[in-house]
């Protein structure tokens, strides 16, 4: 579909996929400025409000791996519309809870939707676009799409709740639902195999979902209930069990749902763990930032949410462009110099802290940090699917999504325990929340430098290099 003849239909395939991508990222910041109102109305206690969040973020990061395996074994076309599908339906039914328990369940479904729809999205983008400069420049706008739904979440939440906290969860239902109706016209029909179809793991995905699930749980309730009650511990060590055991049968089963030599793949495995890192950072930030802008200076949650404009319309603009330079000069250096753009804007924002008016406060640290954010976001994505073969580009982008997923719920769950503990330390709580947020940034900063040097980059995304 690389043709000239066939740019248009590539085109609109692309924006259908960038619509998906940006509703699968949005809706995990979206409903955070709404919370107040959603407490009020349905009477949440402060430990049910907070799953009203993590929920989502249980979901797509427990199911990721399943999701990304699942698109690249039956699919990526089949798996993207019924994905999508279930994310319409769970938010048309958003706008129908009554409860604490149909709220979070709601949330959950969504989550679990997004884990199956992100990565076959993202491979189907690899398969719509040939060699070149064009899948450069689409998965630039893919990145940026994704990277702005991260940040304008906030921001269209705190628009939302002035119709209703309501509007934060039926609001992508509209979008949604048109995407999945031009879908089946424009997207690519799913290759028919020359040989069988690879076995399914079962033994691999029955150990590895709930033991994931079972992680971002752990980590999660930790934010609100700490690391040493039971049903922190014990789901961690649940999970600890179980991902050891699929590792044990992945070693053993002749086709495994995750192929560990994949593990291999030093650009891979790099660009994971800094995508998790500056991501629970970034989340982290959003965290601290978000409470001391609405209990300190007593923003509202529109203004709150607006305070992160910036850095999501750097993100919009600047992010196809880095993508491009990333594919062309190499991955690791713009993601070195993306993070230390985040870092100084963290430090700027840790050190301007109670002596900065909050609106300079917020214009200072969100240039570096929205300049930043688009330098990491779309590199990261070069570098973990530069040396993939097609036929494993779910499984990658379903390890990458997992990354950044549970790569939040740690960083929020240590800052929260931060926050938490500050008082009793003797430390102003906002402070020590953001010292531990910088600190980690130049770690993260740290970590993306020592990355695998870029010698040559493939003609293509999703190529394997030689």
């Not at 921001?155 to 309501?166: C, D, F, K």
């Not at 195999?193 to 971002?216: E, K, Y």
């Not at 917020?362 to 990491?376: D, E, F, I, K, R």
Request: charged letters at 10%; glycine letters at 12%; a positive charge.
């Amino acid at each position: 579909m690389s043709t000239p003849t066939m740019r248009g239909a590539a085109g609109l395939a692309l924006l259908l996929l960038c619509t998906a991508n940006f509703l699968d990222a949005m809706d995990v910041s979206t409903i955070g400025v709404a919370l107040p109102a959603i407490q009020t109305e349905l009477g949440l206690e402060a430990t049910s409000l907070q799953w009203a969040v993590s929920a989502y973020v249980l979901g797509y990061g427990g199911f990721l791996l399943l999701g990304g395996r699942v698109a690249d074994i039956f699919g990526h076309r089949r798996v993207f519309l019924w994905g999508l599908a279930v994310f319409a339906a769970a938010s048309l039914s958003g706008g129908f809870v009554d409860s604490g328990p149909t709220l979070i369940a709601a949330r959950l479904v969504k989550g679990i939707s997004a884990a199956f729809t992100a990565p076959a999205a993202l491979a189907l983008l690899l398969s719509v676009f040939g060699e070149g400069p064009a899948r450069a420049k689409a998965l630039g706008l893919f990145a940026s799409t994704g990277a702005a739904g991260y940040v304008l979440g906030m921001v269209l939440g705190g628009v939302a709740t002035i119709v209703s906290w309501r509007a934060t969860l039926v609001m992508g239902a509209p979008v949604a639902l048109l995407t999945l109706a031009l879908a089946p016209f424009v997207l690519p029909a799913d290759k028919r195999r020359s040989g069988p179809r690879p076995s399914f793991d079962w033994a691999g995905a029955i150990t590895i979902t709930p033991g994931l699930l079972l992680f971002v749980f752990g980590i999660t309730n930790a934010a609100s209930e700490g690391w040493g009650a039971t049903p922190t511990w014990g789901a961690l060590v649940g999970a600890a069990a179980l991902i050891a055991l699929f590792f044990v049968v992945e070693i053993r089963h002749s086709d495994p749902m995750v192929p560990l030599a994949i593990f291999r793949k030093a650009k891979l495995s790099h660009a994971n763990i800094v995508a998790g890192l500056f991501q629970g950072v970034y989340v982290g930030f959003q965290f601290v930032a978000t409470l001391y802008y609405q209990n300190v200076v007593g923003w509202s949650a529109l203004i709150t949410g607006l305070s992160f404009a910036f850095g999501g319309v750097c993100v919009m603009v600047l992010a196809p462009r880095f993508a491009t330079m990333a594919q062309k000069h190499g991955a690791t250096g713009l993601m070195t110099l993306g993070t230390a753009l985040m870092a100084l804007g963290y430090v700027v924002w840790v050190l301007g802290l109670g002596r900065l008016d909050p609106i300079l406060l917020a214009a200072l640290s969100q240039v570096p940090m929205g300049v930043g954010y688009a330098m990491t976001y779309p590199s990261v994505q070069v570098a973990a699917l530069s040396d993939v073969k097609e036929d494993q580009s779910g499984l990658a982008s379903g390890l990458l999504f997992a990354a950044f997923q549970i790569g939040g719920g740690i960083v929020l769950a240590a800052a929260s325990a931060v926050f938490a503990a500050a008082p009793g330390a003797g430390w102003d709580t906002y402070a020590a929340g953001a010292a531990f947020v910088a600190a980690l940034s130049v770690f993260t900063l740290l970590v993306a430098a020592l990355g695998p040097r870029d010698r040559r980059m493939p003609a293509a995304v999703g190529q394997p290099a030689e």
